[in-house]
């Protein structure tokens, strides 16, 4: 409800902590940006409960995203992808933490999130430390205990002709051999 609503929602995954907004309600994803102290043009991210809600968002999908989703998700994994009919990019991921995929499929709205922290500070692997990193600008703290990985996803770009990682998080080694 309160992701319905325009809320934040600080949410854990199996790699850190995370804050979510609805990604349909501008307010909210600005909200999300001034508590994070992240600037309004850098992209968030959408999340979803399931690699099928993942299929359905309308983005262009290359056999090297497919082979990573197959392999990777639900996990640590966000792909970038190509929007359909659309110009830009959209980040993608489906995590494989049972709170967090309980959430997403109950908000029934789209939803963008980021690392629960202040941009620039590290990621927070407690609901504690999101909460203190975000002071109160979240409506909501679901707290399921300490990340199980510490460290954020694996960003691989697939909107070109070859996947690239732009970040290295967890699970990269075995996501660039899958990659080369």
Request: with cysteine; charged share 20%; net charge positive.
């Amino acid at each position: 409800a309160v992701l319905r609503q325009g809320g934040l929602v600080v949410f854990p995954t199996e790699t850190v902590y995370g804050v979510g907004a609805r990604a349909d309600d501008p307010s909210a994803v600005a909200r999300l940006c001034e508590a994070k102290g992240r600037p309004a043009d850098k992209p968030l991210t959408l999340h979803l409960a399931t690699v099928e809600a993942a299929r359905a968002v309308p983005v262009e999908w290359p056999p090297a995203a497919q082979a990573l989703a197959r392999r990777f998700w639900p996990g640590p994994l966000t792909l970038v992808l190509r929007r359909r009919g659309a110009a830009g990019t959209v980040g993608v991921r489906v995590p494989r933490h049972p709170v967090a995929a309980a959430l997403l499929a109950a908000a029934r709205v789209p939803v963008v999130a980021s690392s629960a922290n202040r941009s620039g500070q590290p990621a927070p692997t407690t609901a504690e430390a999101a909460a203190q990193a975000l002071g109160g600008a979240v409506e909501r703290v679901l707290d399921a205990g300490p990340s199980a990985v510490g460290e954020p996803s694996t960003v691989v770009d697939c909107s070109g002709t070859a996947p690239v990682i732009v970040r290295a998080g967890a699970l990269h080694r075995e996501i660039a051999a899958v990659c080369a």
